[in-house]
């Protein structure tokens, strides 16, 4: 009786996996036993053995795999013998003998294996070609198929009578595979079993295997199905090392290549979880795994299952959004694909990946629009987010829902546009879309239905103002003054809105002629009752913040016509009381400063509310957070405390500690709060020289001795900040000067004017010498030659002629400032020509008579 079969044998390598087909034809009269070939096979393998134990190499390996390779090659062997000395003959006898020839075989393939890249043995082909023979022999007799049965274990082995317990089994630690010419075999149980019990480098070896019997279709979908290998590599990718996983993701990427009956399995709620998990790990296992998913998402189970998996579309949409092309272009498919789900499409949306959200606002059923546009509304967005929105085409479909759809739809649509109205292009997008005269038509209607819009429509206008370009819509459109006629017939979120919009309106330099029409048609006098809201401070502050825009504009008496001393006592209760907000300080002050210095009555009231020590307390306190505008409308208001004409008013301010915070403002102040302060130490400086008690007085022998730092070396004569104003005694000179030095130049002619009252005629050289030893001079001719003001440049010009007087001082500097002063005589303003004129015959560089005096 002939067989005719093909072997197909695996053979394993770094390179490539190749299919080795043999043909044997073998007659009945050829045929032997398996008990014949057992002992032939036992006969060669008895020398292979025997040089095995006796080869140094391998013994002086202290590698523990190989021993216990050779050890379990030499257990199958002692049973083999054990059962050819065995006389009975059977059909279960033979299948027995078949057995362990098999399992000689696994045996040598397992010594092949261990030795591989560690040490090169003896007779190493002749143990290959035995292995061959002994597989190809026993496939003839079993009439093999390419994959064997499920039912033999792995690394079976026998006792004495045949089976053998399961601790003999040996773990074999494989670093690679062998290369092509030193090919072995690897049948499909070998794989399979590894992959779901062996270590991290048996699994290894096992994944390549399984990797090369599917890219070359040597394994059949019956058999992925029925050895649950799906499952097995699921499990693995759970827990495996990062390399292992990408070979698990590119194996089962090709099962779902090859027969999408692979999906149904892999579409498992727990198998999909295990994928999520690999979309958070390192680029490559991401890609590989977005790729799968992709692959997969055909399936309407993997679409429904996968975005309820906690975390999965956050992490689409973060590699969506990263460096790599490849996977973002499969996360932006597989995100699409989850899109139908209109759940699904929110997720996205709060993760930040808008287009399916937009999507259904163009192409959406009337409640789908409805419901993305309140979600759109409730979500917490980021600027980068109204921008994408944006430019997504979110602005245009909200815009028609609210102008054509039906109030639920108007409501949501206007909330939405209100979360999108922050950002600058957005705001730009609604005005071209014209919905400007539609939201002001909404604002100003009485129809009872649409009272509930105009609550968004007023914050949709109020972004709107607040948008440097954008509001001037709004000023040209001259809505200011119904908006104003609005405030006390709307609830207190409108007028909250309302008056954010009219103050961003009111405080544009282009509203000159809005602010006039505002104060025209009595807008003060409608703030003034907000004044005293104590409910809602949003409301007390913008009406605040809009009064005191307007009073900036207001001249001589016109602010007093408009408050009286009751509104003036409102105000300081809101500087003074501690439940009101720095920003409302700030905005009540700045109204307090732009009264009139030199009314007497508003004084009066200041002082009769104990209004500067207040103010005192403010500064003093004051801290690098404090607002700057409160500092500086305090700085404005402490100029009217220090007008040189009141001396008496002047020695209050200097007993309530004004001097001290005055200094501290020319310290760390800003610019505007340095240029008040250096004035009002300056009106006070003007009356030093009197208030000087000189050491040559008719009573100072009379009076109580002073403190040898007491006398002044400027004004000749004992000073204090308390007593006389005393700029040098107060240290302000430095800080002064520090001005000159700085980059901004606002303050440098209140700077100068304060200065200059060191340099009175009976003091002019001390105060020169003052100025040349604090390093003045310099900054000052720098100050000349900027020329950013003709007021400071005559400033200058003056101090310069002072201190020149001095020959010494003319010597040190006169070269550095001949340059400059020349450049003036040539090209500066007419003005400044005398004064230059007289500097330079001072330098000798031109005669008295010159005409140029």
């Not at 050779?70 to 027995?96: G, M, Y």
């Not at 987010?385 to 054509?404: C, H, S, W, Y």
């Not at 403002?665 to 240029?675: D, E, H, M």
Request: net charge negative.
């Amino acid at each position: 009786m002939s067989v005719n079969e093909k072997t197909l044998i695996i053979e394993v390598s770094t390179e490539q996996q190749s299919i080795t087909t043999t043909d044997d034809s073998m007659g009945d009269s050829e045929y032997s036993s398996p008990q014949e070939q057992l002992s032939e096979f036992i006969e060669k393998l008895s020398s292979i053995l025997t040089e095995l134990k006796d080869d140094k190499r391998v013994i002086m390996v202290s590698n523990p795999q190989i021993q216990k390779a050779v050890e379990s090659l030499e257990a199958d062997f002692r049973r083999a013998k054990a059962l050819v000395k065995s006389s009975s003959i059977s059909p279960a006898h033979d299948e027995h003998t078949e057995q362990v020839i098999q399992n000689l075989a696994r045996a040598l393939g397992l010594v092949l294996f261990a030795s591989h890249d560690v040490v090169e043995i003896a007779k190493k082909a002749e143990i290959e070609a035995l292995r061959r023979e002994m597989t190809m022999k026993m496939s003839i007799v079993n009439k093999p198929n390419l994959i064997m049965s499920s039912d033999e274990s792995d690394f079976s082995s026998y006792d004495n009578q045949g089976i053998v317990d399961e601790d003999d089994r040996i773990t074999l630690d494989i670093d690679g595979i062998v290369e092509e010419d030193d090919g072995i075999t690897l049948d499909v149980d070998d794989v399979v079993v590894q992959i779901k019990y062996g270590d991290d480098q048996l699994l290894k070896c096992a994944l390549h295997g399984l990797n090369s019997l599917v890219l070359d279709h040597m394994i059949t979908k019956e058999r992925v199905h029925h050895e649950d290998v799906i499952p097995a590599l699921f499990n693995r990718l759970s827990s495996s090392k990062t390399d292992h996983r990408l070979i698990i993701l590119r194996i089962l990427q090709a099962l779902v290549a090859q027969d999408d009956e692979h999906k149904e399995k892999m579409a498992e709620m727990g198998n999909l979880s295990i994928l999520v998990k690999s979309l958070g790990r390192d680029l490559e296992e991401q890609k590989e795994a977005v790729g799968l998913l992709v692959s997969l998402s055909d399936v309407v189970a993997v679409r429904r299952r996968l975005g309820r998996i906690q975390g999965c579309i956050v992490m689409l949409v973060a590699i969506f959004n990263g460096d790599d092309q490849m996977a973002s272009h499969d996360a932006a498919n597989l995100l699409n694909s989850l899109s139908g789900n209109t759940q699904y499409a929110l997720h996205m949306a709060e993760a930040g990946y808008f287009k399916p959200l937009v999507h259904y606002l163009n192409q959406g059923s009337d409640m789908s629009k409805i419901l993305m546009a309140t979600a759109l509304s409730r979500m917490e967005l980021t600027d980068q987010n109204r921008a994408n929105l944006g430019q997504d085409g979110a602005i245009e479909p909200l815009v028609k829902m609210f102008t054509t759809g039906n109030l639920e739809a108007k409501q949501s649509s206007l909330n939405a546009l209100h979360n999108l109205s922050s950002s600058k292009a957005n705001v730009q997008c609604l005005i071209k879309l014209g919905i400007v005269a539609t939201l002001l038509q909404l604002l100003f209607s009485v129809t009872s239905v649409l009272m509930t819009l105009r609550e968004p429509a007023s914050a949709i206008l109020a972004k709107i103002a607040a948008q440097s370009e954008a509001g001037i819509v709004l000023v040209r459109q001259d809505v200011a003054q119904q908006m104003i006629s609005l405030l006390h017939l709307t609830s207190p979120v409108i007028q909250c809105h309302l008056l954010e919009a009219l103050n961003s309106i009111a405080a544009r330099s282009n509203a000159s002629k809005v602010r006039r029409k505002m104060k025209e048609n009595g807008a003060v006098r409608l703030l003034l009752p907000f004044l005293t809201e104590s409910q809602n401070t949003k409301i007390r502050n913008g009406a605040l913040n809009l009064i005191y825009v307007l009073s900036n504009d207001m001249q001589g008496g016109e602010l007093m016509e408009q408050l009286e001393e009751m509104h003036l006592n409102t105000l300081i209760n809101v500087v003074s009381s501690s439940s009101t907000t720095d920003d409302e300080k700030a905005a009540a002050v700045g109204i307090l400063s732009n009264f009139p210095v030199s009314d007497k009555n508003v004084t009066d009231t200041f002082m009769r509310a104990n209004l500067l020590p207040i103010l005192v307390s403010i500064l003093t306190t004051s801290t690098p957070t404090t607002p700057r505008l409160l500092s500086e409308n305090i700085a404005a208001v402490l100029i009217r405390f220090t007008l040189p004409s009141d001396k008496k008013l002047q020695q209050f301010s200097a007993e309530n500690g004004v001097i001290n915070v005055l200094v501290k403002l020319l310290t760390c102040g800003s610019i505007v709060a340095k240029c008040r302060a250096a004035t009002s130490l300056a009106q006070l400086s003007q009356n030093s020289l009197a208030l000087r008690k000189s050491r040559k007085s008719r009573w100072f022998s009379c009076a109580p001795p002073h403190p040898t730092d007491a006398f002044c070396q400027v004004h000749d004569g004992h000073c204090s900040p308390r007593s006389t104003f005393c700029l040098v005694k107060a240290g302000a000179v430095p800080p002064l000067v520090q001005i000159f030095q700085g980059n901004e130049r606002e303050a440098d002619e209140a700077s100068l004017s304060c200065l200059a009252t060191l340099l009175q005629d009976e003091i002019w050289e001390n105060g020169s010498n003052l100025l040349v030893k604090m390093s003045c001079v310099q900054p000052i001719i720098k100050i000349l030659e900027e020329g950013m003001s003709l007021k400071a440049q005559e400033k200058s010009l003056w101090i310069l002629e002072r201190i020149f007087r001095v020959e010494a001082h003319r010597e040190e500097y006169g070269e550095y400032a001949q340059v400059v002063l020349i450049d003036l005589a040539q090209n500066g303003d007419s003005l400044l020509k005398p004064t230059v004129a007289k500097l330079l015959a001072q330098l000798e560089l031109l005669q008295p008579q010159s005409s140029y005096f």
